[in-house]
């Protein structure tokens, strides 16, 4: 699949935030994970499920090797026109 340029910008700049708000991490884990997504738009304008996989995709390398891992997503909407963000929420599935 061809990623936009605005997908590519999107990635970077959702990983590059994702990397300066977690601790460094010395070994990304490779052990399945849960994620919980809050996606906080200025509307309620758009799909909600068009935000996953981006986000999901901007997240490896970072809370997880490869998206791969995520056995559990759950993701909810919310709207604040002036601070638009998306909130992620992570811990890895224990059997």
Known sequence: MLVSRDG?????AAHAAAARQLPPIVQ?????VSVDLLV?????????????KPT?????????????????ISVRRGVDRSDPRV?????EVTA
């Open 87 to 91: 909130e992620v929420r992570w811990s």
């Open 28 to 32: 990304v884990p490779s052990a399945p």
């Open 56 to 72: 999901l995709d901007a997240l490896q390398g970072v809370i997880y090797t490869d998206d791969r891992q995520v056995t559990e």
């Open 40 to 52: 906080v738009t200025p509307t309620k304008a758009g799909d909600l499920d068009n935000r996953i």
């Open 8 to 12: 590519r910008d999107y990635r970077k």
